[in-house]
């Protein structure tokens, strides 16, 4: 038998799951349940996080910056007109996530959370400069996603922690893209990329996903990519530097030699959504 928990603030939920050796958070359940009626995980105590005041939602701080609520499901992140320009790719990708369902169903922290490398979130809040804000019993703390992610599905989540917000910069003008190539439709991705180019052509930033445990990015090879976006040869260094530092394994989804043929074919992908875009 699990017994459902329902605590109503953060301090209580992380009083919780330290409470109960086995207890889990969950959230939409998207995945969670699934794998639980398949026998992948266990567990006695289910602390949800729904009635958490505060958890779900997209807000603008008084600085500019975009906080996004642990428990904002996919459905509300793909339809926020706050991500806009530089963070509109966050937009376009949780657009992309499965289908209707599942998107008013499962959650960013959720997400996040399970750390799936062909999850659709982490390369597009890579490319966001997202910031985590990551609650425990040691309290409360933040971590950057590019060091969020340490090997395939080990996160820097510690024991009894929850993620509760996701902080991205300022939106700036930008175009962005985000292109995944799944087997069908809604499925999760081969591979995928997320990429953004400031108005003004002086930054770009791009993540691989799907390719490695966590989001690939290589902020020194897209400065040398800046001002060069036309010019052929430059974009093939790119993609080979992004290429380089891949960790693509062989599953279902594709092989690891496929993977990386796919990296500088999304790169062009994306980068010619872009120029119709900025035309
Ligand atoms: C049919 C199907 C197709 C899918 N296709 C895609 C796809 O194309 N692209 C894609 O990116 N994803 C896809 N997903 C995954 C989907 O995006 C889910 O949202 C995601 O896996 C998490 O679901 P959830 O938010 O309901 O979390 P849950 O299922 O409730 O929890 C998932 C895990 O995260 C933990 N957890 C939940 N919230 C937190 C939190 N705030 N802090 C710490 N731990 C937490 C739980 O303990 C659990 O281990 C698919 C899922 C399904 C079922």
New binding site residues.
């Given amino acids: 038998m699990t017994e459902l928990l329902f605590p109503t603030t953060v301090e209580e939920a992380v009083a919780l799951l330290a409470a109960h050796e086995d207890a889990?958070?969950?959230?939409?359940?998207?995945?969670?349940?699934?794998?639980r009626n398949a026998g992948l995980?266990e567990s006695t105590h289910l602390v949800s996080?729904d009635r958490i005041a505060g958890?779900a939602g997209i807000v603008r701080l008084e600085d500019g910056r975009i906080r996004i609520g642990?428990?904002t499901k996919?459905a509300e992140t793909a339809s926020c007109e706050m991500l806009s320009g530089s963070l509109e790719v966050l937009r376009k990708a949780a657009g992309?996530?499965?289908?209707r369902v599942?998107r008013n169903?499962?959650?960013m922290?959720?997400?996040v959370?399970?750390a799936?490398p062909?999850?659709?979130?982490l390369p597009a809040l890579a490319c966001c400069d997202a910031v985590l804000t990551i609650a425990g019993p040691g309290g409360t703390r933040e971590v950057s996603i590019l060091d969020y992610v340490e090997d395939w599905y080990e996160t820097a989540?510690g024991e009894g922690?929850?993620?509760?917000a996701f902080t991205l910069p300022a939106p700036y003008a930008a175009a962005s893209s985000y292109r995944k190539i799944?087997r069908v439709s809604?499925?999760?991705?081969t591979a995928s990329c997320a990429m953004a180019l400031e108005a003004d052509g002086q930054g770009v930033r791009v993540a691989i996903g799907a390719c490695g445990p966590g989001p690939i990015r290589d902020p020194e090879a897209e400065a040398a990519l800046c001002g060069h976006l036309g010019d052929p040869e430059a974009v093939a260094t790119f993609a080979k530097a992004l290429a380089d530092q891949a960790d693509p394994v062989d599953d279902v989804r594709g092989s690891a030699e496929y993977r990386l043929q796919l990296i500088p074919r999304l790169i062009s992908g994306v980068l010619n959504d872009i120029s119709k875009e900025t035309v």
């Fill in positions: 889990r958070p969950i959230a939409g359940g998207a995945t969670l349940v699934a794998m995980v996080l958890l642990a428990m996919h992309m996530i499965a289908n599942v169903m499962g959650t922290g959720g997400s959370a399970n799936d062909a999850a659709d979130y989540l922690e929850i993620i509760t799944a809604g499925d999760f991705a």
